[in-house]
């Protein structure tokens, strides 16, 4: 008679905790689980909700580099894929060389009339290993290490929020165009 009862213990605990298990489990999207304020605003965004079950490239970005041409191939990723999935995520950082000095709204103003970007465009944030916001740290640690040493570097992430490849600042956004057709289809 004890030892029913305390199978049946066991089994009511088990069956009142068993919802609860969700909470403790890990974030769907390991890499972007943060909340981020887009350019030039007050709004918040939640990365997760934003990207989940889509294929992501994170740059950080820069208006005066010599890589901010880029710019326009990396809008024309997101046109060409959105649609399938495909989200472009820009951070602009004034960590290297000074190359993005301006206050924010100049340069959403500059994107959008220089290169038309549409994609979204998010907060100025520190990426160098020294003082790496949390965000770039996280894609830093999941690329063993590989932080931005210059603009314009990226990070994929596949549809299931893992990290399918970190590439420095010469590696063209048409180049990554292979990777991310590829990434689209297994999803």
Known sequence: MIMSRRIFLQGVLAATLAPAAPVFAAPS?????FTVRKLAGDERVDLCDMVAGKVVLVVN????????????????????YKDQGFVVLGFPSNDFGDQDPKPENQ????????????FPMFEKMHVRANNASPLFKTLAQ?????????????????RDGKLIGSFDSPVTPEALRPKIAAALKLG
């Open 29 to 33: 999207c390991p890499l972007l689980h």
């Open 107 to 118: 340069i959403q103003d500059f994107c959008a009339l220089t290169y038309d970007v549409t």
């Open 142 to 158: 999941a690329a063993d290490g590989d932080y931005p040493t210059w603009n314009f570097h990226k990070y994929l992430i596949g």
């Open 61 to 80: 970005t820069a208006s005066y580099c010599g890589y901010t041409p880029q710019f326009k191939g990396l809008e024309q990723l997101y046109a060409e």
